[in-house]
């Protein structure tokens, strides 16, 4: 797992005592962080297993030429997140990374947000438009649903963002319209 210097920082200042409120770690989405579980030679359908935070993990699928994440909380089931429904019903894929916001609970450090690039190609009129969003996830102790979603190359992308991974009052996003 790849942590951000911002969250060694971050980490370290919890361990000391000093608040320092919220903390955010990068872990990989692709790679030796990620581990095979399932591949059908035939469609080309997997699914990967990647390392998360505090003893989470994140099922990445990928299939059809989409993709969708699942979060999978320690000692609980799977949370599909349904990016194919939800993000973008084209063809898809994750970035290389997830970034975790985490607050601390109870003397222990949980992801409360998770924020995951999407590279969409949408075919529009037999012409295709590539695009990136970002997308925000709220995790609940009742559960995960995305939250908010918008252009990766908006400039006030990043701040929308870190309000929407922090709030949790907000509403999960309906599925897209095809």
């Not at 942590?3 to 790679?31: C, E, I, K, N, Q």
């Not at 450090?109 to 970002?134: E, Q, W």
């Not at 009742?142 to 992308?157: E, P």
Request: net charge positive.
């Amino acid at each position: 797992m790849i942590r951000s210097l911002t969250a060694l920082v971050a980490l370290t200042a919890f361990s000391s005592g000093t608040p320092a409120y919220p903390a955010t770690v990068t872990t990989d989405l692709h790679g030796k962080a990620c581990k095979i579980l399932s591949f059908d030679r035939e469609t080309g359908a997997a699914t990967r297993q990647c390392q998360g935070v505090a003893g989470y993990k994140l099922l990445v699928h990928d299939e059809d030429g989409r993709t969708s994440i699942d979060v999978v909380p320690p000692a609980r089931r799977n949370l599909p997140l349904n990016f194919w429904d939800v993000v973008s019903s084209g063809y898809s894929t994750v970035g290389r990374k997830a970034e975790w916001h985490m607050v601390k609970r109870n003397g222990k450090l949980v992801p409360v947000g998770l924020v995951v690039r999407v590279n969409t190609v949408d075919t529009v009129a037999d012409r295709s438009r590539r695009g990136a969003l970002t997308t925000v996830t709220r995790i609940a102790e009742d559960g995960a649903c995305v939250v908010f979603k918008t252009n990766a190359a908006s400039r006030q992308a990043s701040r929308k963002v870190r309000a929407a991974a922090l709030d949790p009052r907000a509403q999960c996003l309906p599925a897209v319209q095809s």
